[in-house]
């Protein structure tokens, strides 16, 4: 019949009309100022930059080998690499960042520094209200505002951080056994020439 | 005390001109009535803007509004702000004056037509004797103005959204007329407060509205749609089209001249649902006769919200037609259903009292729309839609 099409419409709208009225599951709406929900956890914004401890700046994963800078699709990394060297988280020298700046105006959010990172040290942050009233200055996030802790990495990104937490852990027992065989490696070769000698 | 309250406006009229000197009254008396049409309409249409955006949301199982004020009641203030200290852009190509005056013709146009529209008892600014036809006469007039709009723009949107209202406005100004005559017939007079007068009776506690008769059913649901396609509401929306044609003939105004033009499609909607209760729904009269102590303007009011509200449903439910379907629904259908109960209105009246013409004209309305929509739909000309190449 002509027009049953329409009254079937005009049913189901009435419906819905009513219907939001009564029941609270039909209103999906997050009234997002002051009601919010917390971000996923698969969620990713701009990068950030990991340190262990409580000092940002002696505690940096980075040690400006520049690989993310390279892969940067965007080109939004810029990174200078320090003249001296530091001890990194495994007791070795490194390198460190003199700069580490991400322009977030042009960042794509791609998480192709994240994948390339060799040291775990640039990881995607969930945070998204980053409006400011400054557009060149105001997104151009440096070092320090770039470093989070890694209490922070393990807040937002709970699972993947505990994984990448018990990788460092199994690199850094790799390293001190590897250091620890070295060490016994020279001092029976200092045995040895002390041996030769005498 | 109630009839007072009934007359309250029109005494109060008699009561502030009863302070003038006797040569101004009648003038001031008619600049009175003018000054409430031109003052209550456009607040009402404040109040219809976010009571339509609410309802749409609730259809939708959205909020809607609610920032402006409680519940979002002040928004219509906040969009009148904003639409006034906006830039006025006018194309370097564009007719100016033309450009110009087309919003202008359109609300005033629209506004003359409430000027025969009995709101009350005894509240109708021109009582006309031929007040029908000074309605159609004023509303054929709202097309020139959305023509000069497009034309003048000089945009091809513009230009084809213009194409598109004048042909749907011309076609659906047809079926308007003529599902309108019935009742003239009915009647027997072209004056709005007498075709209320006739239906302002009771039986057994109901009322001879021209809505409960067969002819009247059909009438009306007819009037109802080519209303729709002549205030350009969805789903006869394709003038505006804004999936197809940027906004259609408004698609160069901005600031307050876009303002006029939202102002007076709101317009055309109250005034052609004011002239669909007045013909159909007993315009100021109650539904009941135990009601008719409820002041007669209430009741035209409610019937007239009643109207919008079907309106913003239609708008919530319905998808918009197809240009070709919108042609043969109104030039195959709905107009020899016009003109077939232009004849079922003449047996009612010549069949006399009693239930063979209730029998005699419901079955052929009723057969007709069965047949017609049957034979339409297996043609493909109207019912679903086929997709020719998309398949």
């Known amino acids: 019949m002509l027009g049953e099409g329409i009254l079937k419409g005009l049913a189901e709208t009435a419906r819905n009309f009513f219907g939001s009225y009564f029941s609270a599951e039909r209103l999906t709406t997050v009234e997002y100022p002051e009601q919010r929900i917390a971000p996923f956890e698969a969620a990713r914004v701009f990068p950030f930059l990991v340190y262990d401890g409580a000092d940002w700046q002696s505690g940096l994963r980075c040690v400006a080998c520049q690989i993310c800078e390279k892969e940067c699709p965007p080109k939004c990394i810029v990174i200078v690499k320090s003249t001296d060297k530091k001890p990194d988280a495994l007791g070795k020298p490194q390198f460190y960042p003199a700069r580490f700046e991400i322009d977030i105006s042009v960042c794509m959010s791609c998480q192709i520094c994240v994948e390339v990172c060799p040291f775990e040290a640039i990881k995607m942050n969930t945070e998204f209200e980053l409006s400011t009233t400054d557009r060149f200055s105001g997104l151009l996030l440096d070092r320090k505002q770039l470093a989070k802790s890694n209490e922070y990495y393990h807040q937002i990104h709970p699972t993947e951080a505990t994984a990448v937490d018990a990788r460092l852990a199994a690199d850094k027992i790799k390293a001190d056994a590897k250091a620890k065989a070295a060490a016994v490696a020279v001092a029976a070769q200092a045995a040895a020439i002390a041996g030769e000698g005498a | 005390m109630i009839d007072h309250l009934d007359q309250i406006f029109v005494l109060l009229r008699h009561w502030l001109v009863s302070f003038l000197p006797a040569p101004l009254q009648p003038v001031v008396c008619v600049l009175l009535s003018v000054a409430a049409i031109v003052s209550l309409f456009p607040a009402l249409f404040a109040l219809t803007t976010v009571f339509e955006r609410k309802g749409l949301a609730r259809i939708q199982n959205r909020i809607g509004p609610n920032r402006v004020g409680p519940f979002g009641v002040l928004q219509p203030i906040a969009d009148g702000i904003k639409s006034l200290t906006k830039e006025d852009i006018v194309p370097l190509s564009a007719d100016a004056a033309v450009h110009f005056l087309a919003p202008v013709v359109l609300v005033v146009a629209v506004f003359m037509g409430f000027a025969v529209l009995p ?183 409610s019937k007239l919200m009643l109207s919008i509200f079907v309106f913003i449903w239609l708008r919530g439910t319905l998808p918009r037609l197809r240009q070709d379907q919108l042609m043969n629904f109104a030039w195959k259908f709905v107009l020899p259903m016009c003109l077939l109960n232009l004849l079922v209105a003449g047996l009612w009246r010549f069949l006399g009292d009693g239930w063979a013409r209730w029998a005699v004209c419901s079955v052929i309305l009723i057969g007709a729309y069965g047949a017609m929509g049957w034979g339409e739909m297996r043609r493909k000309h109207i019912g679903p839609r086929s997709y020719r190449y998309a398949e």
């Not at chain 2, 003048?152 to 011309?170: E, F, H, T």
């Not at chain 2, 599902?179 to 006739?198: D, E, H, Q, R, W």
């Open chain 2, 119 to 301: 709101m009350g008892r005894n509240m109708v600014l021109a009582d006309m004797n031929a007040g029908l036809l000074f309605y159609f006469a004023m509303g054929a007039s709202t097309e020139l103005s959305v023509f000069m709009a497009g034309w003048s723009s000089r945009n091809k949107y513009s230009l084809l959204g213009a194409m598109r209202a004048v042909a749907q406005m011309i076609s659906y100004e047809v079926v308007l007329l003529l599902s309108s005559v019935t009742v003239v017939m009915m009647a027997g007079s072209l004056s709005l407060s007498k075709i209320v007068a006739a239906q302002n009776h009771y039986s057994w506690g109901l009322p001879h509205w021209y809505i409960f008769t067969p002819w009247g059913c059909a009438g009306f649901v007819m009037y109802a749609i080519a209303a729709t396609a002549e205030t350009n509401r969805s789903p006869f929306d394709l003038p505006e089209g804004e999936s197809e044609l940027v906004a259609g003939y408004h698609t160069e105004y901005s600031g307050f001249k876009f303002a006029l033009f939202f102002l007076g499609e709101y317009l055309a909607m109250f005034s052609i649902s004011g002239l669909g209760t007045t013909l159909f729904l007993g315009g100021w009269s109650a539904p009941f006769s135990f009601l008719t102590w409820i002041p007669s303007w209430i009741w035209f009011f």
